[in-house]
């Protein structure tokens, strides 16, 4: 039996690559239009958050806002936002139209403290642990435990 190899086809010579990803941008645009999407903004979160549902496909994808309302930085769950490197996807043009038609609650301060406190909880626990790396050594070499070696 016979195998045939196919190989992928290289990208014409002269295309503009700043052309083609403001066309991809402007599908999505169009795509999440067009499309039946369900948007429901979740609330409690630290940063402007939606779900996106597509009853027909049966999918559903979570999109994060840092920067509400700007869309830069904007994150969505799907295989489309992450494997195309665009920046955008049609769950989050379709969330972003809808949180500006619908402007979301302010996002959830987080559990109150700042990050100076923070690092000083972090500080606070790590005055617990033995400086000697003879003992973590020790500590960490049960069964399917980590084991630290020292270097000489």
Not at 46 to 57: D, I, K, L
């Amino acid at each position: 039996m016979s195998s045939i190899r196919r190989e992928r086809t290289p990208p014409p010579p002269n295309v503009d690559r700043r052309r083609s990803e403001a066309e991809a941008r402007a599908e999505r645009r169009v795509r999440a239009v067009e499309e039946t999407l369900e948007v429901r903004p979740l609330t409690g979160r630290p940063y402007v958050t939606a779900e996106v549902r597509n009853p027909v496909h049966e999918t559903h994808y979570t999109t994060y806002f840092p920067g509400f309302p700007d869309r830069e930085g904007a994150l969505c769950t799907c295989e489309d936002f992450a494997r195309r490197g665009i920046g955008t996807c049609k769950h989050i043009e379709a969330a972003g139209l809808f949180l500006s038609e619908h402007p979301p609650p302010p996002p959830a301060k987080p559990d109150g403290l700042q990050v100076e406190e923070r690092w000083a909880e972090i500080d606070r626990r790590e005055e617990g642990w033995p400086t000697d790396p003879r003992a973590l050594a020790l500590k960490y070499r049960g069964p399917g435990s980590a084991l630290y070696v020292r270097l000489r």
